[in-house]
């Protein structure tokens, strides 16, 4: 055994260094670099940051790119229309080969042989975005090479890739994932980092940035110690850009980080305690170390003693309501603070944590809720204002018949926060009998009023579920929203659906913990994964819906695996260190954050990577069965695999985007005309322009009126898509006049992924499904064809989190021909979303666990990136309205149906570029179009609608107000119709109202696939029943129109809510204006009828009788004047 056991070591270190050996010897190293940096040796991987943390600091833009955008008079860049500004900052990537005269001959061999780093920045919405934006956005941009400022003595100085680094609006916390383009002289694995925003910084008079809530500590080694005890890391998921790590001890100090400790400092806060202990708030502990911390994503929070304090960061990416700190507040003043609870998912744009107090208010729990920026802290009370002792103590009492002081004292350990679709806190509470020395736990949860089930077991069962001697003592709960699982931890670890408590409680215990230690923290990845640390600093692994629990530190996996890496030199796996904190990354990965120190005492934070397949495949290895088989001259060692499958792969997957909802764009920087290929700082600026407008565009998406083939691209180039020839010819041939040549198929869109994998998160709208098959083929372990028992083994089941609102079909398809199983899955929304949201709002969030049978830890797969676990694989569902959709006005649509139905069009005179113009006597037609921003395409909105006049104004825009609810009914309901105040109606309406379906409002209810004809009345007591020409062209009126399918339309879960401004010309006067106009012009009519006709007859009678009688001898009479002449000529 002992032979067998050194032979599995050399085994297992022969694979471990030959699969070290076919990996790439470098690495991508990423940072960023400030504009006035570029090619400078400040950007250099290989010195030191220039400023805090590595982190975006800055959240201005840069309006000096405008200027060289002037510059290209030949290039298809409208600098008149648009304004272009640049982004604070640069990616620069660089290989990272182990020494910087490796790297520089690595990275100058990749370049002459087309290695081109490409970078993948993934925008992560903000908790509260903005009303219909677009959610999910990745720019993959191409970088470009530039050469360092600092002379050298080659033809070929170093370099680096740049990238802009860029930055847009609801969005502080930003993913990076660099890889290869596929050519070069090694394959490069990808690598992800993660820049964030970080508000705690500002900037000194003398151009220095410094901590804005603390002072750094430069001297590590000073400060920390190894052999410090590990410390939790609690953060909103997803969400956080800077993090906290408390637990420093001696020194009112954090960690702060905002590339998850890829650059990490160490901050002294500037606070003052004041409080020393009181009989109400004793003093438990005095001490200077900050005990606890949490971040948010705009504020941090810190526990010191019994005080919480609250340090609002400067983001002004953000919607904050509320002006940054100048300045650590302490907040909850009245409490006397013994403990902070996290709730790191957060709800409705709201981010939550939980307050414990202490002292005399001992069993209070307090709710802190972070919305915008501003803070609000509820205490949990049920309806009779009792708390969650008190309603535990009363309740034991009246049931056991006690005096009040003969019951137990109480105290809240921890809670939790299920919020689905309303918030309930589940609070774990611990029972302190006055004589019993027994403890016992009881959960309760808070909807308005406490609910109490059954209490916890007092004691552990055995690994045979037998109850055992062990009294139960619990530290915490975690729960996880996604997959509806409470984890309650201890010297144990406990799980519970939360989503089945409507029928009871159940609770099942982890095997594999050893019953001696106890849980010090635990850590979920929200993806189907957790681990958690003991008192002793021991690691430990589980997955969610299984039923053990494993070591990874130590154990014999790790002892392999840190031996091995020891073999091949990273020192961030020596001995010499101290675990700070473990945590899991962005991607999902679980990290360790060190402490350690080097030969010369210097210290330094490290983060590293725990490869937890990894680690399990060694110990798993080292215990796998195995068959031997003695030849003449040695002995053959057969290793069998405990997998029932070898092989697995995807089929018939849709295109990812139609279901995770992630927008995608490919950038490339402009061509350079200089034969090197190399950039320059003012080609990079054109780069830094054409991206930040490009992303101008994507924010405009948002649009009210639209056309439905325009996208992002189209319109970035639509003023010069006649000249498109010509720039491509000029592109051909590489002709500029300032060297920088803009290549309109620089930017566009990817084509639909074809992946072979299942999406990162999947989003469906009401009764909509996602379908994809697995194909399992079965381990060949002889020679003899297989027969359908040979494959009965392998089975697969798809679990779902809450089945009232998913629904799975699965079908199984034996394939002998191909030695292997085919199962196709359906995964379906049943429709129990209640009522319709905007899109990516509110969103239900489930996970669809896909589980091959007798696979789990016994699946281990190579590939490209490391060791990953097969067999068990859990999918986030989101039901509700999928985030991307948007209903727009139709108007080119509107416009030829308008004239195609009336046979007619009298369009305005002066017509509006922005505002579409209809004229009053015709019919108004009106289509709308549902926009799928994700995938860039259009489908006519089909279903039932609502259509209000809710604004406008005559003659101007700027006489138009938005009506009140009031007037939107007076001027829109048919309940209303005898005011004589309508603006509108649809055809035939007013003829035959019961053929047509009304709200109980009065208002109209229209469908997407009718004519729907609206004829505009302009009623006498409306705001356009008389509206008076301002010149010689016809009245006009501007009309804001609200079109709402909420609660109209049964087809989706999405509101579609939206407004949009129309012009409409020629309006009609009112009936006493056309009356009084009428009378006005007979009273010109007569008038000019006296004048012509009765007028002239009188004056010629005049004069004739004044001759008669003034005049009786005609040779004296005076002759006639022009006038009478004229009169007499008439009247003859």
Not at 514 to 520: A, D, G, R, S, V
Request: hydrophobic share 35%.
């Amino acid at each position: 055994m002992a032979i067998l056991r050194v032979m599995r070591m050399i085994v297992v270190m022969v694979l471990a260094l030959s699969g070290g050996s076919r990996a790439a010897e470098c690495e991508w190293g990423a940072r960023l670099c400030k504009p006035e940096h570029i090619s400078t040796e400040a950007c250099s991987l290989w010195i030191p940051v220039s400023w805090l943390n590595g982190a975006i600091e800055m959240q201005d833009l840069d309006p000096s790119v405008h200027a060289i955008m002037e510059t290209l008079t030949d290039q298809p860049v409208d600098t008149h229309k648009n304004i272009f500004m640049g982004f604070p900052y640069y990616i620069r990537v660089d290989l990272l080969c182990g020494s910087k005269e490796s790297s520089a001959k690595a990275m100058l061999d990749g370049l002459l042989t087309g290695l081109t780093p490409i970078v993948i920045v993934r925008f992560q919405e903000s908790s509260h975005p903005t009303r219909l934006k677009l959610l999910r956005l990745e720019v993959e941009l191409k970088t470009a090479p530039l050469s360092d400022s600092a002379p050298c003595g080659s033809k070929m100085c170093p370099f680096g890739w740049y990238a802009p680094m860029p930055i847009i609006n609801d969005s502080v916390v930003y993913r990076l994932k660099v890889k290869s383009n596929g050519f070069g002289s090694q394959d490069v694995p990808e690598k992800s980092f993660t820049i964030n925003v970080n508000g705690y910084v500002r900037t000194t008079e003398e151009g220095k940035t410094e901590t804005s809530f603390g002072n750094e500590i430069q001297d590590l080694e000073d400060t920390l110690r190894v052999g410090s005890p590990s410390r939790p890391l609690w953060a909103a998921v997803d969400h956080t850009p800077v993090l906290l790590l408390p637990g420093i001890p001696g020194l009112k100090a954090v960690l702060m980080t905002a590339t998850e400790f890829q650059f990490t400092s160490l901050i002294e806060v500037n606070i003052e305690s004041h409080r020393s202990g009181s009989l109400s708030c004793p003093q438990v502990e005095n001490s200077s170390m900050i005990q606890e911390a949490i971040s948010t994503e705009s504020s941090l929070f810190i526990r010191h003693n019994q005080q919480l304090y609250r340090y609002l960061g400067n983001y002004s990416l953000l919607p904050l309501k509320v002006p940054p700190s100048d300045a650590w507040e302490q907040v909850l003043r009245s409490v006397c603070v013994s403990g902070l609870v996290p709730a790191s998912v957060p709800h409705r744009g709201r981010e939550y944590f939980y307050v414990l107090g202490g002292g005399l208010q001992s069993g209070t729990l307090h709710r802190a809720e972070v919305y915008d920026g501003n803070m609000t802290f509820t205490e949990l009370v049920d309806s009779f204002g009792h708390t969650a002792c008190e309603f535990v103590t009363s309740l034991c009492c009246d049931m056991n018949r006690k005096s009040v002081k003969n019951c137990p004292s109480c105290q809240v350990r921890s809670a939790a926060q299920n919020a689905q679709q309303n918030v309930t806190d589940i609070i774990l509470v611990e029972l302190l009998p006055q004589q019993d020395h027994e403890h016992s736990y009881i959960l309760l949860t808070l909807d308005g009023d406490f609910h109490m089930g059954d209490p916890l077991p007092k004691f552990i069962p055995n690994e045979q579920q037998e109850s055992s001697s062990v009294e139960l003592k619990l530290n915490g709960i975690t729960f996880n929203p996604t997959s509806g699982i409470l984890y309650i931890w201890g010297n144990t670890l406990i799980c519970s659906y939360v989503l089945t408590w409507d029928v009871g409680q159940n609770f099942l215990f982890f095997r594999g913990f050893p019953l001696e230690q106890m849980i010090k923290y635990f850590i979920l990845s929200f993806d189907g994964n957790f681990a958690f640390v003991t008192e002793e600093e021991e690691l430990w692994w589980g997955q969610e819906r299984t039923d053990s629990v494993f070591r990874l530190r130590p154990s014999q996996g790790w002892h392999v695996f840190s031996s091995l890496q020891a073999l091949k030199g990273p020192h961030s796996y020596s001995d010499d260190y101290s675990t700070l904190t473990v945590f899991y990354d962005s991607s999902k990965e679980l990290q360790e954050v060190m402490y350690t120190v080097d030969i010369g005492g210097k210290g330094s934070i490290v983060k590293r990577k725990l490869p937890v397949p990894e680690i399990l495949y060694y110990s798993h290895f080292a215990q796998a069965p195995h068959q031997t088989q003695h030849l003449q001259s040695y002995s053959h060692f057969t290793f069998l695999s405990a997998c029932p499958f070898d092989w697995d792969y995807f089929e018939d997957l849709p295109h990812q985007e139609r279901f995770n909802r992630l927008k995608w764009y490919l950038a490339s920087p402009p061509i350079v005309t200089p034969p090197s290929g190399l950039h320059t700082t003012q080609s990079l600026a054109v780069y830094q322009g054409l991206l930040y407008h490009l992303l101008l565009l994507h924010g405009q998406n948002i649009m009210d009126i639209r056309d439905p083939n325009e996208s992002s691209i189209s319109r970035m180039w639509k003023d010069e898509v006649a000249y498109k020839d010509l720039y491509s010819y000029l592109v051909y041939i590489s002709e500029s006049s300032s060297g920088v040549i803009v290549d309109m198929e620089g930017f566009s869109h990817p084509d639909l992924s074809t992946t072979s994998t299942l999406p990162d998160r999947v989003y469906l709208d009401r009764t909509a499904s996602y379908s994809f098959s697995l194909y399992l083929r079965a381990q060949q372990l002889t020679q003899d064809p297989m027969g359908k028992g040979d494959l009965n083994h392998i089975r697969m089941s798809v679990e779902v989190s809450d089945y009232r609102y998913l629904h799975v079909t699965l079908s199984r398809h034996v394939m002998l021909n191909r030695g292997g199983v085919l199962y196709k899955v359906t995964v379906m929304d049943r429709g129990m979303f209640q009522g319709q949201v905007f899109p990516g709002e509110w969103l239900l969030s489930f996970s669809v666990l896909v589980r091959i049978v007798n696979s789990e830890l016994r699946c281990f797969h190579q590939t490209d990136h490391g060791m990953i676990l097969k067999g068990l694989q859990s999918v986030p569902v989101s039901i509700g309205c999928p985030p991307g959709n948007q209903l727009v006005f139709d108007v080119s649509t509107t416009l030829q149906e308008s004239m195609h139905l009336n046979k007619r069009n009298f369009s305005c005179i002066n017509p509006d570029p922005v505002t579409p113009c209809f004229y009053y006597d015709n019919l108004f037609y009106p289509f709308f179009l549902i926009q799928d921003l994700v995938l860039e395409k259009s489908r006519k909105f089909l279903g039932s609608f609502t259509f209000k006049v809710v604004g406008g104004g005559p003659y101007s825009r700027k006489n138009i107000r938005e009506y009140s609810s009031e007037e939107v009914m007076r001027y829109n309901s048919i309940n209303y119709s005898s005011e004589e105040a309508l603006v509108w109606a649809l055809e035939g309406f007013l003829e035959d109202s019961d053929s047509f379906n009304v709200t109980e409002e009065g208002f109209v209810i229209m469908n997407g696939t009718w004519n729907n004809g609206i004829r505009w009345l302009c009623k006498k007591n409306s705001p356009c029943g008389d509206v008076v020409a301002q010149d010689a062209t016809a009245p006009h009126f501007y009309f804001i129109i609200e079109v709402s399918n909420r609660d109209m339309d049964t087809s989706t879960y999405c509101d579609y809510t939206f407004r949009f401004e129309i012009l409409v010309h020629a309006l009609h006067m009112s009936e006493n204006r056309q009356l009084l106009s009428y009378l006005m012009a007979l009273a010109c009519i007569l008038g000019v009828v006296v004048f012509y006709c009765i007028l002239p007859q009188f004056l010629i009678t005049a004069m004739q009788n004044l001759k008669c009688h003034g005049h009786t001898d005609e040779s004296n009479a005076p002759a006639g004047t022009p006038v009478i002449q004229l009169l007499e000529r008439r009247s003859e």
